[in-house]
């Protein structure tokens, strides 16, 4: 499904920054709290839907966080720490096809610009620049034919990190009620405040992808719903089912 259209009207001036490194921080903590909330208000209202003792909507609230948190952090881990592993291993066997056919490399480099609209005498200029500093050339080709640039790969550590807390603090927030209370009571304040932290985060993915609040609020909401809504009919069967 393609995404709607971007209204020029909503656009910022065109002087205005692509991004800030504030929102490429901000964006995997917002969307690791947003997996750690839905995952978490899904699993707590599946398990309160079979109505069980009140320990163990708190067992399983519990164990979906220590065990979500876990597995965001190692798989963030693992994907920014394969996708340096990737780009060393690039840049080692660019620096060699360098030396042991540059004229290759210069041709390669070429026909990518000139497919782009340069003249053949504007892409061996450029190429030529470029191959001044092996350094740029190197970085450019590994851009240019695999697609990796260093800019965009952060620290595995961090990204691990950052996962694990976000994500932590989304799956802490249907489960607080329980810890507080038990009931009625403990499931409608877990789905009210979950719904309302659904909506604050979709407010500020919204911000991020530049769309208006209510759209990203409002859409948040429905589809965390659903997915709340799913699980405690699935948990509400299996607990009638059993007694």
């Known amino acids: ?16 920054p692509h991004e800030t490194r504030a929102n490429s921080v901000l964006r995997p903590i917002v969307f690791g709290a947003n997996d750690g909330l839905v995952s ?20 399983a609230g519990v164990a979906g966080l220590i065990a979500g948190a876990f597995s965001m952090g190692v798989g963030e881990y693992i994907s920014v720490q394969s ?3 990737l780009l ?15 004229d290759q490399e210069r041709r390669i480099l070429a026909r990518i610009y000139t497919e782009r609209g340069f003249t053949d005498e504007e892409a061996a ?38 996962s694990f807390v976000a994500f932590t603090a989304g799956a802490f927030i ?8 038990t009931g009625s009571a403990a499931f409608i304040a877990s ?12 407010t500020g993915i919204a911000a991020l992808t530049r769309r208006p609040a209510a ?6 909401v429905l589809l965390g719903g659903i997915a709340a809504a799913f699980t405690y009919a699935v948990g509400l069967a299996i607990g009638v089912g059993v007694r």
């Not at 060393?88 to 540059?102: I, S, T």
């Not at 970085?139 to 990796?148: H, T």
């Not at 249907?174 to 209370?181: K, R, T, V």
């Open 88 to 102: 060393d291993y690039q840049v080692a066997f660019q620096r060699k096809q360098l030396r042991d056919a540059p």
């Open 174 to 181: 249907p489960l607080l009620p329980y810890l507080i209370a």
């Open 83 to 85: 996708q340096r592993e």
């Open 191 to 202: 789905l009210g405040i979950s719904l309302a932290a659904l909506a604050l985060l979709g």
């Open 215 to 220: 759209f990203g609020a409002v859409r948040q």
């Open 125 to 162: 200029r450029f190429v030529d620049a470029v191959f001044d500093e092996p350094d740029h050339a190197v970085r450019l080709l590994i851009f240019e034919e695999v697609g990796l640039d260093e800019r965009s790969i952060g620290s595995p550590l961090a990204a691990a990190a950052g």
């Open 1 to 16: 499904m393609r995404s709607a259209a971007v209204d020029d009207r909503s656009l910022p001036a065109a002087s205005a």
């Open 40 to 59: 978490n208000l899904a699993l707590v209202m599946g398990v309160a839907g079979a109505n069980p003792e009140p320990g163990i909507i708190v067992l």
